[in-house]
């Protein structure tokens, strides 16, 4: 049959894996270059034209107009360099996961979780401290 999903003796038969592959293929990267490493590869590009400018500026004897960055590109690229940081260091540990035992694995994932669910808990305890505090500081200049 070509249809997606065929009925076979009262249970549904998803169609091929081809058309699956198809759909999901749609909106990818065709060149499998992701989205955080474009942005890295267009701010190395802005880097060495950065460098070029400044290379023919010093043979031809001129100044070098600095480029002018405004603080939320700054804060921008740090950002992004700090996901792109932590988006490593988790294929690491994903990786570092896959060479471990299944035993291993489990107590592993066990312990992220159980610091994960503590850390939360944490910041939510700092939070009501700090709401608090800033009550108490209402009141006493009031």
Known sequence: MDVDEADAGGMDVAGSEDDDEEEDGEGSDLDGVSADEEEANESEDDEEAQRQLELEAELTGGAVK????????????????????????????????????????????????????????????????????????????A
């Open 66 to 141: 600095p480029k002018e960055t405004k603080p939320k590109t700054k804060k921008e690229a740090a950002r992004k360099a700090h996901a792109k940081k932590m988006a490593e260091e988790a294929e690491d540990i994903e990786r570092a996961k896959g060479m471990l035992s299944k035993k291993k694995r489990k107590l592993f994932e066990q312990m992220q979780y159980t610091n994960n669910k503590k850390s939360a808990e944490d910041e939510k305890l700092r939070a009501k401290r700090r709401r608090l505090e800033k009550q108490l500081n209402k009141k006493a200049k």
